[in-house]
Every structure is written in C-alpha cells, then in structure tokens.
C-alpha cells in the first residue's frame, strides 16, 4: 500500500471519527467544547487533515480537491452540530477549523514538495 493510500484511508477515518464524536450528545462536555484549548483543538485536528489531505495525492488538482472536501467536512460539522443541538453555528470554530485546514495544507505541501526535490 503507498503512502498516498495511508493518507487517504487516515484523512477519510479522522474525518468519519470526528464527525461521529462531534453528534455524541454527551460528547460535548468530554470533547472540551469550552475553555482555552477549545480553538487549539480544532485548529490541530483540521491541520492534520489539512496535512493528510495534501499527502492523499501527487497531482495539485486532487490535492485541491482534498483541501475544498476537508473544509466542506469542517463546516458540515459545524452545522450538523447546530442542527441536532438546535443552535447557531459556531463561526468561531468554523473559522479554527479553516485556519487550521490552510496551515496543515501548506505544511504538507511543502514538505512533500521538498521531499521530491531530493530525490
């Protein structure tokens, strides 16, 4: 199995998984959805599908594909949440997930690009 396969298969699961931790209707308190590290946790988690999303493939085009589903799972989140908590969206966190989307995004792309610049 390649690489690019692995990350696929990680992108898709992390994303499945916190999906599915994210509509727990306990999961709120144990998931920290307030406090300091609230942002941070959405900012890491969407850096490593940012990142994971730019490893899934070699072509630029299906990378950005990657990167535009992984920001429209951010968001889904967000407003699948709303929906069953009967909330407003949570534009901060939407934001958090987006940033950290971009940043992992571009991490990732410079790293696989450095990677095959040495070979």
Request: aromatic residues 8%; contains cysteine.
């Amino acid at each position: 199995m390649s690489g690019q396969s692995i990350a696929k298969y990680l992108a898709i699961a992390l994303a499945g998984a916190a999906l599915a931790l994210s509509l727990i209707g306990r999961s709120r308190g144990w998931l920290h959805t307030t406090g300091g590290l609230h942002v941070w946790y959405h900012v890491v988690l969407f850096a490593v599908l940012g990142g994971l999303s730019v490893c899934a493939s070699t072509n630029p085009s299906k990378r950005a594909e990657w990167i535009v589903w992984m920001l429209v799972v951010g968001f889904g989140i967000e407003a699948s949440q709303a929906i069953i908590n009967q909330t407003t969206i949570e534009w901060a966190d939407v934001g958090s997930d987006m940033c950290g989307i971009v940043v992992g995004g571009v991490v990732g792309w410079v790293a696989m690009s450095r990677g095959r610049q040495r070979r």
